[in-house]
């Protein structure tokens, strides 16, 4: 029995602690967080802030609005104070969401634009030698899941593009 028990602590210190777990405790927890964010999607009830607002100012825009200072919805959180690419995603979300009124496919693609970013910022952390256990506290953060799934705001976009330039670039060092 003593032997199993060292195999299993040697296990857990290998899985938590040295590069050589990165792999296994990545798909781990990447299968973990994919469950728990598709049960948040299922059943948490969204917080709208700004999402319809986005879609909103995306239809202004599609519809022909390139002044700025009148892409604002009626009933919205203000005019667009966002460059063109935010305009040209959200066009997306309001074609997928039909003008923001099936919200779930928007938040099936925000979920799985927060586990593309955890996979790229898990290779973020194997790259700076960081231990493979710093990634449970992504999986574990209530923040995250509603900055991306509940809320969907544009932040979520913005850093896919960042942390992932981040990698290419220590990548191509």
Not at 82 to 93: M, R
Request: charged share 15%.
């Amino acid at each position: 029995m003593g032997k199993r028990v060292e195999w299993v602590c040697e296990m857990v210190h290998t899985l938590a602690l040295k590069p050589a777990g990165y792999t296994y405790m990545s798909i781990a927890l990447l299968s973990l967080d994919g469950l728990l964010t598709s049960l948040i999607i299922g059943r948490v009830a969204y917080t709208e802030i700004d999402f319809t607002t986005y879609v909103r100012q995306a239809r202004l825009f599609v519809d022909g609005e390139r002044d700025y200072s009148r892409i604002n919805p009626w009933n919205g959180s203000g005019p667009c104070v966002y460059p063109a690419g935010h305009l040209y995603v959200y066009a997306v979300f309001d074609w997928l969401t039909r003008g923001a009124q099936d919200l779930f496919p928007a938040q099936v693609c925000f979920g799985v634009l927060y586990l593309s970013t955890f996979c790229i910022i898990a290779k973020l952390y194997k790259m700076s030698g960081a231990p493979p256990v710093l990634l449970v506290p992504l999986v574990l953060s209530k923040r995250l899941h509603s900055i991306y799934v509940l809320r969907m705001f544009n932040d979520p976009i913005a850093m896919f593009f960042v942390y992932s330039s981040i990698y290419l670039l220590c990548r191509a060092l």
